[in-house]
């Protein structure tokens, strides 16, 4: 048994060996595959148009870029401060939005193109669009920083284009926030308004109310001839106002009849409405709140925009590899046919 295993190992070492020799035979064969392959490969690599890859990188605003923002809000006037996530949130929405997406595809890209590519399918141009701008988002969960990259066959315009869709979603964000801002402002200065009418009204109804009591206390001291105030001691709160007003009277019909015309004439309750004052100055601040666009800002852009100079595809050196490979294997397969089909014919 032993005697056959080595005998079928002898065959088989000398059947390698026999394909190996073939090999070599036809060595210029295989070399001439792997050559036109090379030439293959390289040629596509030369001729194919190079993409290049501009990155845009965004991270959240700093508490100065959105200071302006919470300028006169604070819990005390019931506008509650914005955080720099809350801004930097709305940013976010803004630039990964389809919206967003689909007005730079209309306005930018689609210009862009030649005019017989524009005829093509929307879709199919729109699934081509979303390989050349990506929104890359952090690969951390605790980071905040995202990526914007474009690949096209300009490099000039891969980098504008970078550059203008991060600031068109920074413009989107800003007069998101500043109409949140003047909403929230107004209905703020809604609360006040009314605040401010009913203490009106409430200073209004206090003066009807103390013309009813000095009238009827005037009745009580002309019916008793009461003109002046005895030359008493009295407690002066007591004659003002009393147990709910019943010595008002003590005043005397003269000081009564006085205070009655007073009241009367007066034009304006305002300086005797409860907090009015107050009330008018938080209104008048709160509907003087304006946030000027250029003073905030609601993402940062974490370094400049590199114009691309070294195209990202092809990979030239993968392809004459891959070429070379591919006319290595086609020249192994050749000469193995070759040989199989020699063979069968000597046979």
């Given at each position: 048994?032993?005697?056959?295993?080595?005998?079928?190992?002898n065959?088989?070492?000398?059947?390698?060996?026999?394909?190996?020799?073939?090999?070599?035979r036809?060595?210029?064969?295989i070399?001439?595959?792997?050559?036109?392959?090379a030439?293959?490969?390289?040629?596509?690599?030369?001729?194919?148009?190079?993409?290049y890859?501009?990155k845009a990188?965004?991270?959240?605003?700093?508490?100065?870029?959105?200071?302006?923002?919470?300028y006169?809000?604070?819990?005390?006037?019931?506008?509650?401060?914005?955080?720099?996530?809350?801004?930097?949130?709305?940013?976010?929405?803004?630039l990964?939005?389809?919206?967003?997406?689909?007005?730079?595809?209309y306005?930018?890209?689609?210009?862009?193109?030649?005019?017989?590519?524009?005829?093509?399918?929307?879709?199919?141009?729109?699934?081509?669009?979303?390989?050349?701008?990506?929104?890359?988002?952090?690969?951390?969960?605790?980071?905040?920083?995202?990526?914007?990259?474009?690949?096209?066959?300009?490099?000039?315009q891969?980098?504008?284009?970078?550059?203008?869709?991060?600031?068109?979603a920074?413009?989107?964000a800003?007069?998101?926030?500043?109409?949140?801002?003047?909403?929230?402002?107004?209905?703020?200065?809604?609360?006040?308004?009314?605040?401010?009418?009913?203490?009106?009204?409430?200073?209004?109804?206090?003066?009807?109310?103390?013309?009813?009591?000095?009238?009827?206390?005037?009745r009580?001291a002309?019916?008793?001839?009461?003109?002046?105030?005895?030359?008493?001691t009295?407690?002066?709160?007591?004659i003002?106002?009393?147990?709910?007003?019943?010595?008002?009277?003590?005043?005397?019909?003269?000081?009564?009849?006085?205070?009655?015309?007073?009241?009367?004439?007066?034009?304006?309750?305002d300086?005797?409405?409860?907090r009015?004052?107050?009330?008018?100055?938080?209104?008048?601040?709160?509907k003087?709140?304006?946030?000027?666009?250029?003073?905030?800002?609601v993402?940062?852009?974490?370094?400049?925009?590199?114009?691309p100079?070294?195209?990202?595809?092809?990979?030239?050196?993968?392809?004459?590899?891959?070429?070379?490979?591919s006319?290595?294997?086609?020249g192994?397969?050749?000469?193995?046919?070759?040989?199989?089909?020699s063979?069968?014919?000597?046979?």
């Amino acid at each position: 048994m032993q005697g056959d295993f080595r005998e079928e190992n002898n065959m088989g070492d000398f059947e390698f060996q026999k394909f190996v020799r073939a090999i070599l035979r036809q060595k210029f064969i295989i070399i001439a595959f792997v050559v036109l392959g090379a030439i293959a490969a390289a040629s596509y690599a030369f001729v194919v148009t190079p993409i290049y890859e501009a990155k845009a990188v965004v991270i959240s605003p700093t508490q100065n870029d959105i200071a302006n923002f919470n300028y006169g809000r604070t819990r005390e006037a019931e506008l509650a401060p914005y955080s720099i996530k809350d801004v930097y949130d709305i940013y976010i929405r803004r630039l990964q939005a389809e919206s967003l997406r689909r007005d730079f595809f209309y306005k930018v890209y689609l210009p862009s193109l030649p005019e017989e590519k524009r005829k093509n399918s929307r879709d199919a141009l729109y699934a081509e669009f979303s390989q050349v701008l990506r929104v890359v988002p952090p690969l951390k969960e605790t980071s905040d920083r995202y990526l914007v990259v474009v690949q096209t066959s300009d490099s000039e315009q891969a980098k504008k284009w970078a550059e203008a869709y991060i600031v068109q979603a920074g413009d989107l964000a800003k007069k998101e926030m500043i109409r949140n801002l003047s909403i929230e402002s107004e209905v703020r200065a809604r609360n006040l308004e009314q605040q401010i009418t009913s203490a009106r009204e409430t200073s209004r109804l206090a003066r009807e109310d103390s013309i009813v009591r000095l009238t009827e206390a005037l009745r009580i001291a002309e019916s008793i001839g009461l003109e002046k105030p005895p030359a008493i001691t009295v407690n002066q709160s007591v004659i003002a106002g009393g147990e709910s007003g019943q010595l008002t009277y003590m005043r005397g019909s003269l000081a009564l009849k006085a205070e009655i015309e007073n009241i009367q004439s007066r034009k304006s309750d305002d300086p005797f409405a409860d907090r009015l004052r107050e009330l008018q100055a938080k209104y008048n601040f709160v509907k003087g709140l304006k946030t000027d666009a250029a003073a905030v800002s609601v993402y940062r852009q974490d370094g400049d925009v590199e114009l691309p100079d070294t195209p990202v595809k092809p990979n030239k050196a993968l392809i004459l590899l891959f070429g070379i490979v591919s006319g290595l294997i086609l020249g192994l397969a050749f000469v193995l046919v070759r040989g199989f089909y020699s063979a069968k014919s000597g046979d």
